[in-house]
């Protein structure tokens, strides 16, 4: 029973994870998309454009899970994808002004649920939460890079 206790904690992250998930996908349900659909306008807006190739790289995912976004996504008119000049193989996605407009109607999901998340919870705490995540992200992190080289 001492092991269960013990991993209370990854119990709890796992929880947090997945409330924060389901308030994301909720809030995004309402503007008829899916967090990964967001995550893909959100992060092609912060670079203007982005090739399929930096997507991958920054999403984390499969080709063939891309495509399927970028067909989705192209399909409601959100982007375009593009042949880069220098190389016909590689395409750039970028928004289309439905898609800068979709974005600048939906509130940010990260914002939206981190001011629900800390409600009642003082600033120092708050700090200190942030402060002990990060500390163990990096305790993490440093395993899955060397294993991913």
Known sequence: MRQVKEAETIYLIKRLNNLVNHHIDELLKEYGMARSQFQVLYLISESGSLNQKDLLEQMQIEPATLTGLLDTLEGKRYIRRSSFIKDKRSNVVQLTKSGKEILRRIPHPGVYVQSMMFNGVNESDRK??????????????????????
């Open 128 to 149: 200190a939460f942030q402060k002990n995540v990060s500390q163990i992200i990096k305790n993490l992190e440093p395993e899955i890079v060397a294993k991913n080289k």
